[in-house]
């Protein structure tokens, strides 16, 4: 329910004066059209007997215009109204109030259409009161007194010849005897002022209902406006919370947006920690065939300066009258200098290899199977504390094939077979350190330092190939892994203390194998899976 | 106060508005009404209380609907509702883009012919031409209003048709009597016959007729009457009395006697004083010669002149026997033929009267009916119809044939350059021909008596003689 609202009443003053000043016009102009339609008859007489008065004429001029001619005249004579040329034309004007007054008085009783005029006068304004007026004068009797209501006076001015009212013909007329007009009017005044009390005490009664009307509709209005601010307020509210949800999503979409930024951003680091190792890599590599090359001429020259101790070394041999302690001692330098003159070899085999650039030659798969256990058996059991065992094929397996290519892609492969037998026993033994039963952890300690790993080399002969495994009970492989570690750089013992020392982790080994495996038109296979083991299987194309 | 300042305004406003309005709706006495471009315009100036003149004027336009082929006549805006307001009728001609608006500003009490001029001159364009002067003094006014207004929208002044004002002089008396014609100089076409050529035939046509003449034993009399006031009165008094003086009365000396009335205001019935004066010093002398006839000169208009022959029948009954009243045109054919039993009671004016006509009063057409607004029916004369139809026929072929005229000087060209001249070269009606003369006869009855019905002749002059053309006598 609207609350009641007062106004300061010269608010509403205010507000009310224009329609009320246009309804007090307009009802005044009601009024007064009114007023004037119930004297519309009085006014139609008059009119009619100003008519008359202005145009009847009873030779070519009318009565103003021998007014005028009077007071020309008067003016010419110095208004002495006595004299002869002012007399005649006094008497002129005299004919012409008899000329028009005759008519009448010949069709006397025939009212309306003849009024009964009992007066005619000619006052003159201007000129010196004491000048007479012109008048005509009825014979007849005025009306008796009760009728006396019914006699009219008309003043009618005359302009001069200056437009000024010089004159006045004041007319007494009788006009209507039995004028119905009349009564209609005052029966029509008296409904009109009736129709008048109504409009105007309707105009009122309807100018309080827009009073009150408005002001009850200002108190619905201000309760409107009330709640229209209320919900306006509340939608400001809602609105602000938007805004500041909006503001949180926004802060939230930067926050991401800087997360994938930074996201990005280490992608980028990566990328360029990635390019960085690998450039890293390849100065390495370029470092270590610089070493390899330094190593090898070192190797050459050390090589070289062996020729002399070993030529020593024999002459004192065979020289004649050593000891037999001696004998051994000198049997036994002989041994190591041997021994390193042959890794001096190696060194320079494989400093000195380009897969790209093989040098072809008939070879047997089983000597060269053979010849690589032979080299690494005694190494494994002594130094990398497993068992190196070459299984030649029992028919021969001649291929056509670069002899130091192919060593050292058997060596890679042998190379990695260890690596995967270090990374299965350090796992044997965490798994065994991580068993909380102190028995069972002792028992698996146990096993885990009797295990021993083991690299197989295998030759056989598959249709027109000959077949070459390396097997080993090492760490396996992953999927993931198996298919991208021929790629050139990929490398799962990078960063892996287990191999400080080595030189490994480059990722050259197994691409080395591939591009050798390439040029010999041979394939390999790989099957591992973790914790199993992995088979590499070489198949080399059978020389005819 | 600001909070009162719009309410302030919007009153102040309200009242600015109603002042305007009320000049706007003012009444405005002469405003004239706008003529379409490339139309012509005649003012046809007359007395607003007169609307019998302006229907007579607007049956003579119809006429031409049967007298000129292809000339279209629209009356549809002769007669208004108001009567405050300007009628016209409009001529035009199938073919041609220009018309003719032949329009009524009314005189009255307010507006006089110089206001009319002035509004007019005023107004783009101005009139090609003014018609008017049905009376000598108006056709007067209107001329020297006329000639006194120099400047015109257009810079070319209209010309002036008379229509019937006939008065030859503005005052014959003065030393040098200055033309009516000559006013308005170069510029005035009257369509109607002078007073000299009114009287010149009047007189020719009593000294041909035996029972009107005077006579006398030793000397003939002609009373001449002059109203003063009236310069068509004392214009035709003069030219009755020159006529007199010519001498062409066969036989007995004629004695002219001149009377001046001072105005010509007066009753109905009664003589005014100035007239009662002049009949008190002829009456006796007509009563010193009762075996003579006598002429009574009455140059004026319908009521005066009844004035005095009411008195000199009332003086003496039967003296229409030995009295013969003659005039101009100031008594038409319908004040002693259609409203003769009101106006002109011949029992009460037992004098013969002689009359002159511009025009055939009797034409009425066989054809037609009281419906047909062109047709001219008895007891209607036809003289007013036909010389308006005259006037406008010769201003419509001046209009129409040929030439559009571009101003008032092309159509004052044309109207001389006519092949059947209709005016002289000063601009006066061609006289010689065309005029008629109404007889009025009291039929004198045993006994000293007089027949309650006169006898009505309308002559016309052809090669010189004076030709019966209808006897009238009403049942």
Redesign the interface.
């Known amino acids: 329910m609207a609350e009641s609202v007062s106004l300061p009443w010269w608010k509403v003053v205010r507000a009310l004066a224009p329609a009320v000043l246009f309804w007090i016009a307009l009802v005044g102009w009601l009024v007064y059209l009114l007023s004037e339609r119930t004297r519309i008859g009085a006014e139609a007489d008059e009119a009619t007997m100003r008519e008359w008065i202005d145009e009847a004429r009873s030779f070519r001029k009318t009565l103003p215009e021998l007014v005028r001619e009077y007071l020309r005249r008067l003016e010419e004579n110095g208004w002495d109204h006595a004299a002869p040329a002012v007399k005649e034309k006094a008497e002129e004007v005299q004919e012409q109030l008899k000329a028009m007054a005759d008519p009448l008085r010949l069709y006397q009783g025939e009212l309306p259409l003849f009024p009964e005029v009992y007066r005619i006068e000619v006052r003159f304004l201007n000129p010196p009161e004491s000048l007479p007026p012109l008048a005509w004068d009825s014979p007849a009797p005025r009306p008796r007194e009760q009728n006396r209501t019914h006699v009219r006076y008309l003043d009618h001015p005359v302009a001069g010849s200056d437009g000024k009212p010089a004159a006045v013909i004041r007319t007494e007329y009788r006009i209507h005897v039995f004028n119905r007009l009349q009564q209609e009017e005052a029966q029509r005044r008296r409904f009109y002022w009736i129709v008048g009390g109504v409009v105007f005490g309707g105009s009122a009664l309807a100018l309080a209902w827009v009073y009150l009307f408005l002001r009850r509709e200002r108190g619905r209005e201000l309760a409107q406006l009330q709640a229209e601010k209320a919900r306006e307020h509340a939608e400001v509210l809602m609105l602000a919370a938007k805004v500041e949800a909006q503001e949180a999503e926004k802060a939230a979409a930067e926050t991401k947006r800087a997360l994938l930024e930074q996201t990005v951003e280490a992608a980028r680091a990566a990328t360029r920690a990635a390019e960085a190792e690998r450039t890293n890599l390849e100065m390495r590599s370029q470092l270590y065939a610089s070493i390899g090359i330094m190593a090898g001429s070192y190797a050459h020259n050390i090589k070289n300066l062996l020729v002399r101790p070993n030529d020593l070394i024999n002459r004192c041999i065979e020289a004649d009258g050593l000891r037999t302690d001696q004998a051994s001692m000198l049997q036994e330098v002989k041994s190591t200098l041997g021994t390193v003159t042959e890794r001096l070899q190696m060194i320079l085999r494989t400093v000195r290899r380009d897969p790209n650039k093989a040098e072809m030659t008939r070879l047997d798969l089983n000597e060269l199977i053979r010849e690589t256990g032979k080299t690494w058996a005694s190494i494994g059991r002594e130094k990398w504390k497993l068992t190196v065992r070459a299984e030649p094929s029992a028919d021969a397996l001649p291929v056509r094939g670069d002899l130091s290519h192919l060593q050292q892609a058997i060596e890679n492969l042998v190379f990695n077979a260890r690596d995967a037998t270090f990374e299965m026993r350090n796992h044997v033994r965490d798994a065994a350190r991580a068993e909380r039963d102190p028995a069972k952890r002792k028992q698996e300690l146990i096993d885990a330092a009797a295990w021993r790993g083991e690299v197989v080399l295998t030759g056989r002969r598959e249709g027109s190939h000959a077949v070459l495994e390396v097997r080993d009970n090492g760490i396996g492989m992953t999927p993931e892994v198996r298919e991208q570690c021929l790629q050139t750089h990929f490398s799962t013992k990078r960063d892996n203390a287990l191999y400080e020392g080595y030189s490994a982790g480059m990722g050259l080994g197994l691409s080395f194998v591939a591009v050798v495996l390439e040029h010999h038109g041979a394939t390999m296979e790989i099957e591992s899976e973790p914790l199993k083991g992995a088979v590499f299987r070489l198949r080399l194309p059978l020389a005819e | 106060m600001r ?2 300042l ?2 302030i305004v ?2 102040g406003l ?1 009242v600015g508005v109603a002042f305007g309005l009320r000049e706007q709706f003012r009444t405005r006495p002469a405003t004239p009404s706008a003529v379409p471009p490339g139309d012509l315009e005649v003012a046809w100036i007359h ?3 007169n609307p019998q003149t302006w229907e007579r004027f607007v049956a003579g336009v119809l006429q031409l609907r049967r007298q000129v082929p292809g000339l279209d006549v629209d009356d549809s805006r002769a007669f208004l509702d108001q009567t405050a307001a300007v009628p016209e009728v409009v001529l035009s001609q199938s073919g041609r883009p220009g018309k003719l608006h032949l329009r009524w500003y009314k005189l ?3 507006v006089g012919n110089r206001e009319w001029v002035d509004a007019l001159a005023a107004r783009n364009p101005a009139p090609i031409a003014f018609m008017g002067g049905g ?1 000598s ?2 056709a007067i006014e209107l001329a020297q209003a006329l000639n006194e207004r120099s400047a015109w929208k257009g810079d070319k002044r209209p010309l002036l048709f008379i229509t019937t004002a006939t008065a030859n002089t503005l005052d014959p008396h003065a030393f040098e009597p200055e033309r009516l014609i000559d006013v308005y100089p170069g510029r005035t076409f009257r369509g109607c016959f002078t007073n000299e050529a009114m009287a010149r035939a009047v007189i020719d046509f009593v000294w041909q007729s035996q029972d009107l003449k005077p006579t006398g034993k030793s000397e003939t009399r002609a009373y001449v009457l002059a109203w003063q ?2 310069p068509y009165s004392v214009d035709l008094a003069v030219q009755f009395d020159a006529r007199f003086r010519e001498g062409k009365n066969p036989g007995v000396p004629l004695r002219t006697v001149v009377d001046r009335i ?8 009664e003589p ?2 100035p007239e009662r004066e002049v009949m008190d010093r002829i009456l006796p002398d007509l009563a010193s010669h009762p075996e003579d006839r006598s002429l009574l000169v009455l140059p004026a ?1 319908t ?2 002149a009844r004035r005095i022959l009411r008195a000199f029948a009332a003086d003496t009954p039967l003296i229409g026997q030995r009295l013969v009243a003659v005039t101009g045109d100031g008594v038409s054919f319908n004040t002693v033929f259609r409203d003769g039993d009101v106006v002109w009671p011949v029992r009460e004016l037992s004098i013969p009267l002689v009359f002159f006509a511009h025009q055939n009063p009797v034409a009425w057409a066989a054809d037609g009916g009281p419906d047909d607004p062109a047709a001219l029916q008895p007891p209607n004369s036809t003289d007013d119809v036909l010389l308006f139809a005259d006037i406008v026929r010769v201003l419509a072929e001046g209009v129409f044939a040929g030439e559009w005229p571009a101003d008032a000087d092309a159509l004052a060209r044309k109207l001389r350059a006519r092949e059947k001249p209709f005016f002289a070269p000063d601009g006066e009606r061609r006289s010689g021909e065309g005029e008629y003369v109404v007889v009025v006869r009291p039929q004198f009855l045993e006994g000293g008596r007089v027949h309650r019905e006169p006898e009505f002749l309308v002559y016309t002059r052809s090669e010189g003689r004076w030709e019966l053309v209808r006897r009238l006598v009403k049942q």
């Not at chain 2, 001072?262 to 019935?269: E, I, L």
């Open positions: 909070r009162f719009p309410i919007v009153i309200g007395t607003t209380t009255s009490s307010e009376t003094d108006r006031d009236d001072a105005y010509s205001v007066g009753t109905f019935t005014n004083p208009v009521q005066p």
